[in-house]
């Protein structure tokens, strides 16, 4: 029903910056809410952004300051414009996103198949 696909994944050395993306395809009707996620080998996945559609936006303690999400809902892709990146930031990135379709018009959760970044000298 609804795909999302991150790209803009790399190598980075310390202190470099990475964009990542987020595009969201299928039969959508509207996106309630879209986030950012990681995961580390050996680590739970954690939350790095949110953004709801009414604008509020929500970031982890360690990547406040650094990382930034947006959106642009005419295309239904969001980002994730990380700065002055840490090898602690070395994680699979995943997009995840609450949306209603027009086919079921029931609200559900979806997750992209995940990026890898890597920061390292």
């Known amino acids: 029903q609804v795909q999302l696909v991150e790209s803009g994944g790399g190598l980075v050395q310390p202190g470099g910056s990475l964009r990542l993306s987020c595009a969201a395809s299928?039969?959508?009707?509207?996106?309630?809410?879209m986030g950012w996620y990681r995961q580390a080998p050996g680590k739970q996945r954690e939350l790095v952004a949110t953004?709801?559609?009414?604008?509020?936006?929500n970031y982890a303690d360690s990547v406040k300051g650094r990382f930034t999400i947006s959106r642009d809902n005419a295309k239904n892709t969001a980002y994730l414009q990380m700065n002055n990146l840490k090898p602690e930031d070395t994680a699979v990135y995943y997009c995840n996103s609450q949306a209603t379709t027009y086919i079921t018009y029931t609200v559900g959760d979806y997750w992209g198949q995940g990026t890898q970044v890597t920061v390292s000298s």
């Open positions: 299928g039969s959508i009707l509207s996106i309630n809410a």
């Open positions: 953004l709801t559609n009414d604008g509020r936006t």
